[in-house]
């Protein structure tokens, strides 16, 4: 038996009975905020933004903030609300005139939680073993909870900023269904959401690997958003004679040219720049493919090696295009009439105008009794340029809290929120606070999480990063 000093036994015990050390204003704003949201059903099948709206205006009148300050927009008879609100600024010194606003951006509505999938309530904020869980925890609520608690923190320490500071959380992002609360902003209340450039937390999650703080991402791009249908048609008729012009048939064997297919590679400065610094923590033979593709003529056989290897990597690389769903036929015993595809594409910003992925769809399907059509057209999203005003206070920020972190630019590969402020002129920056574990991304998944300490010193890093970019006059 091994015998363990009392001494020892004592100071274990009275080690592991040290109170955590309390959170700073910022993080217990940011918890209970997120706890308030993740409580209220923002999802577009039953849930509504405009009560989550409503408990956002009264923390943020309830902080000081005026109430002609505070707004909550949306069109008439929608359920979904965007609430938007200002912190004024002191204008440029000496009397020059104030820089335009900054913006700061998260969503309020969420994708739809079955209880019945979930091992936990997705509608109540949970902590358990080190993680907080909830439908939006990491996508987006736990970004919209730091910005507001950033946002409140400022008015509560009377920091007067050098130009003035709009909050606005939206309706719509993750659905469009009813509507999108960004576009609809830009096309109806400009006034209160234009901006030099937007801060959003909707992208850029910094990340985590085994551990380890392997990037600050910042999205300066994403891709565009498409989706394309496939389809075949014949006369039908009886399934006991059957005829070689089967629209099944046919549009399985164009679906089987398009898996085969690869769109070309095409890396931008933020592509290249991510995948440069993705090298660092690969191993030696994954590294090599990855320098070798960022060079002025990428290396074919390394771009296989890559996309063989990860979606992600295939992702940066090259618009993609796939089939995500499927109908046909209308009897058991009947030849098909008709068989559909749904085809999803996520185009690279410099490949979303024109016709170029229409006409790449029909050249690939190569069969004109299959016809493509565009069910939701690109919209095309310029990258945003990395300015240094951006970069500096963000590297700065960064090194008091984490040494050694590089700052990484990103293309995202889904979709925000940032494509329709990139097109309206507002540049847009994809800079979230909350390191995520890059092995562990639920995100519209069962059981949603993120890791607890890091949501806490995100709001403390959120706040800082707040006052660099618009700091005290």
Known sequence: MRIIPLFALLAAAALHAQPAAPRTPAQQTAREVLKELIGINTDHDSGSTTVAAQAVARRLLAAGIPAADVQIVGPAGSKNHNVIARIHGTG????APARKPILLLAHLDVVTARAADWT????????KDGFLYGRGTSDVKQGAAILLAAFIQMKRDGIAPDRDVILALTAGEESGGDYVGVEWLLKNRRDLIDAEWCWNVDGGDPQLQRGKRIARVIQASEKVYATYQLEATAAGGHSSLPTRDNPVYRL????????????PVHLSEVTRGALSAAARNEPADVAADLTNIIGPTPDAAAARRLSARSPFYNAQLRTTCVATMLEGGHAENAL???????VNCRILPEEAAGDFVLNTLTTVVADPQVKVTV????????ASPLRPEILRPLEAVTATFWTGVPLVPQMETGATDGAYLRNGGIPTYGIATVFMDVDDIRAHGRDERIIAKEFDTGADYAFALLKAFAPKK
């Open 336 to 342: 098909p009439q008709r068989a559909r595809a749904t």
């Open 252 to 263: 399985a064997r164009a679906l089987g040219r398009l898996d085969a297919y690869d769109f």
């Open 120 to 127: 936990i309530p997705p509608y109540t904020l949970t902590e």
């Open 92 to 95: 440029g010194a000496g009397g």
């Open 375 to 382: 069910a939701y057209g690109a919209v095309p999203s310029p």
